[in-house]
């Protein structure tokens, strides 16, 4: 079975600088994809990126940018000239190919101090 | 406007009762799922449905009964409310394309508080 792992419970960042979210995952599969959200305090999900494991360019929107590294299983998210916005909990997510089954880590709260 | 809308927002009922939270995607996709948020934020599947199709059934109590009338409602409904199924229950949505899943869309989860 897929696992999610996201070591980091908490994070803090100053306005402007930059972060990194750490997530890693444990899987079989060569073809998946990989997700990133974010849930603010307001409680909604809000996709933040994606990646297609058979594409070795990282994934960047915006500010937000992947790290991705598929033999070492790792999907890290760079948050750059971090806002007050950003305060928010981040998930990292896992889809198998051909499955619609999203599984989640178990967040990083995510503070951007002034 | 809303992609996925879901309702009510909060409920908060005793123990022993019965209650359905509804949800609706005017976005046109295949695929409806809901998910349930505990208290320490994990997210978990609890089933999806694709085209009216019950597709993944988790480990979830009999007490849960998801029904698709069509594929742009999905509703949950729960009979015997216990303490232990107070959460936040999200649904969402997705639609594969030729390039795969682009990820879900979720409404914006009913917090329900059973008393």
């Known amino acids: 079975a897929q696992t999610v792992t996201q070591s980091q419970p908490e994070m803090s960042v100053q306005e402007a600088e930059t972060v990194t979210l750490s997530c890693t995952y444990d899987t079989s599969e060569n073809n998946y994809y990989l997700f990133w959200y974010k849930q603010p305090p307001s409680r909604q999900m809000i996709l933040v990126i994606r990646q297609e494991a058979y594409k070795q360019q990282n994934a960047t929107e915006n500010r937000f940018s992947v790290n991705f590294q598929k033999a070492a299983k790792s999907f890290s998210l760079k948050i750059s000239d971090s806002q007050l916005g950003d305060t928010a909990m981040y998930f990292c997510?896992?889809?198998?190919?051909?499955?619609?089954?999203?599984?989640f880590g178990t967040g990083t709260r995510l503070q951007v101090f002034p | 406007d809303t992609a996925v809308s879901q309702t009510p927002k909060y409920l908060v009922t005793q123990m022993g009762n019965d209650k359905s939270i509804k949800c609706e995607q005017n976005l046109g996709h295949d695929t409806m799922y809901w998910y349930k948020q505990d208290s320490k934020k994990f997210l978990k599947i609890m089933f999806s449905?694709?085209?009216?199709?019950?597709?993944i059934n988790e480990t979830v109590p009999n007490r849960f009964s998801p029904k698709s009338p069509d594929k742009a409602h999905l509703n949950l409904h729960i009979n015997s409310l216990e303490l232990g199924d107070s959460a936040v229950y999200f649904c969402a949505s997705s639609q594969v394309t030729g390039q795969g899943n682009y990820g879900y869309t979720f409404g914006s989860g009913t917090r329900l508080t059973v008393v």
């Open positions: 997510a896992f889809m198998k190919h051909n499955t619609d089954k999203l599984i």
């Open positions: 449905y694709n085209n009216k199709e019950l597709i």
